[in-house]
């Protein structure tokens, strides 16, 4: 405790002056403002470094920007988007699955990669609609939940698109061993590995993204949590997230996409020694839509996820996301079935059942 008759609080510190002469007073007055200047100081740091100490409970997803009117049209947009998206993929696993003509490991691939679609469009576009309705604000750990799901089906994807690369190169390229290695219980073997893969993948960056310290503002401009966006929003040490980010995406993303490449050119070194025209279109149109798909689907990926962090441009990724996430999967559907005979009558046999069915 202060003996003296005068003390001056500050907010760390308690200054005691001795208060004999009036010159003591005006100097330990002078010297107790400049306590005071620096003890306000402290407390300011060490208030910064309290909110620092303490990891943010929530963020808030900016999403798109605009007046309500436009963010009304988007939402209607995004909604039909949905919609016809998860249609077009639930229409393609319903044919590839009721259609006998359509139960070689080639279908089954694409039912699989339209199963996966569903969920990456279930993970993803709810949220985006609801930021368009104002409700922007998702909780710790459900970003992370949804970060973890988002990431381990773009991996998973990867894995599936390459799967079905080298498909078409045994197909293709070996033909009499095709049946051999292409068995009902290999291709189930293979696509649970893939599956098991992709979400295996993600999972060291999502723990050690929950152990990073969030605090400053909490605001992610973006559309959904992803790996970048959050990284920019510690305030603690990122150097070994972006290297576990970056060789990730080189593993899973480049190695599928080295996988994919190499099948491709033994299928056109293939096709080109078909000796007659009509056998060589035969041939290539039976991979055109998986090179079409797996072509803009990794070109968007590598874009996003292999480079460092600290080249996240955040006007190029939001629209390579747009890309990805929103109009890759709605035209899946639509490559397959358009560009594929085998699909498009087995879909015009079910519309057929189904006019028939409601004149019924």
Known sequence: ????????????????????????????????????????????????????????????????????????????????????????????????????????????????????????ITVTQPLILSTLLGRKHVLFPGCLIQLYIFVSLTSTECFLLALMAYDRYSAICRPLLYRMVMTSHSCTRLVLSVWLGGFLAPTVQVILISKLSFCGHNEINYFVCDIAPLLKLACSDTSANEIVAFSMGGFVTLGSLVCVSISYVCIVAQIIRIPTTLGKRRAF????????????????????????????????????????????????????????????????????????????
């Not at 480079?307 to 996430?325: F, G, V």
């Open 285 to 360: 149109s039976t991979c055109a839509s998986h090179l079409i798909v797996a072509g803009v689907y990794f070109g968007t990926v590598v874009a996003m996820y292999v480079r460092p962090t600290s080249q996240y441009s955040l006007e190029t990724d939001r629209i390579a996301a747009l890309l990805y996430m929103i109009v890759t999967p709605l035209f899946n559907p639509l490559i397959y079935s358009f560009r594929n005979k085998e699909v498009k009558d087995a879909l015009s046999k079910t519309i057929l059942k189904i006019s028939k069915y409601i004149k019924i």
């Open 1 to 120: 405790m202060c003996s003296q008759p005068c003390c001056r609080l500050c907010p760390t510190f308690i200054y005691c002056f001795d208060l004999t002469t009036l010159k003591d007073i005006k100097d330990n007055c002078i010297d107790a403002k400049s306590f005071s200047s620096r003890g306000r100081m402290l407390a300011a740091d060490e208030e910064n470094m309290d909110n620092c100490s303490t990891t943010l409970k929530e963020f808030v997803i900016l999403g798109f920007s605009g007046s309500e009117e436009l963010q009304s049209l988007l939402f209607v947009i995004f909604l039909a988007i949905y919609v016809v998206t998860f249609a077009g993929n639930f229409t393609i696993i319903y044919i590839t699955t009721a259609d006998a003509h359509l139960q070689s490991p080639m279908y089954f691939f694409i039912r699989n990669l339209s199963v996966l679609e569903i969920f990456y």
